[in-house]
């Protein structure tokens, strides 16, 4: 090995080949591939996010109606059956509380919970969790459970 044949690692020289404003004879020089005059060719140009090139923007083309509430609480839906499933399944035992939601993926750490009343449990269940339908919890505690609301 010599000086002539000496090569940077692969992968290590990143060079796109186009070298922009290096004077006429680079075939890229003047207006550097900017194009004459208007916004785009200026420095310091930046579009606005939805900018449609003058055409009205989507989103003050589409009608605005309705109303949202800012102190509206979503709450992460569990059904009966659900829970009859894994029971069947033998990934709970007994109780089911926030943390095994957790591992099981029913909930994720930020959420309110609510347990629906779809299907039937037949199991024996302590159930903890933020809220319950009426239908929810007479089927809980018919079934020799136990609702706890969080």
């Given at each position: 090995?010599?000086?002539?044949n000496l090569k940077p690692a692969a992968g290590s020289v990143?060079?796109?080949?186009?070298?922009?404003?290096?004077?006429?004879?680079?075939?890229?020089?003047?207006?550097?591939?900017?194009?004459?005059?208007?916004?785009?060719?200026?420095?310091?140009?930046?579009?606005?996010?939805?900018?449609?090139?003058?055409?009205?923007?989507?989103?003050?083309?589409?009608?605005?109606?309705?109303?949202?509430?800012?102190?509206?609480?979503?709450?992460?839906?569990?059904?009966?059956?659900?829970?009859?499933?894994?029971?069947?399944?033998?990934?709970?035992?007994?109780?089911?509380?926030?943390?095994?939601?957790?591992?099981?993926?029913?909930?994720?750490?930020?959420?309110?919970?609510?347990?629906?009343?779809?299907?039937?449990?037949?199991?024996?269940?302590?159930?903890?969790?933020?809220?319950?339908?009426?239908?929810?919890?007479?089927?809980?505690?018919?079934?020799?459970?136990?609702?706890?609301?969080?």
């Amino acid at each position: 090995m010599d000086l002539s044949n000496l090569k940077p690692a692969a992968g290590s020289v990143k060079n796109n080949g186009k070298r922009k404003g290096r004077g006429q004879g680079s075939g890229k020089g003047g207006t550097a591939t900017r194009g004459h005059k208007g916004a785009k060719s200026r420095s310091g140009y930046s579009r606005k996010i939805g900018f449609e090139g003058g055409q009205m923007p989507l989103q003050r083309r589409v009608p605005k109606f309705g109303f949202t509430n800012i102190n509206r609480k979503e709450y992460q839906g569990i059904n009966l059956d659900t829970l009859q499933e894994l029971v069947d399944s033998k990934k709970i035992k007994g109780s089911l509380d926030f943390d095994q939601m957790l591992e099981l993926r029913l909930a994720r750490k930020n959420d309110l919970v609510k347990i629906m009343g779809r299907g039937e449990l037949k199991a024996k269940l302590k159930v903890s969790a933020h809220k319950f339908t009426a239908s929810a919890k007479a089927a809980i505690e018919a079934a020799g459970g136990e609702a706890i609301t969080l």
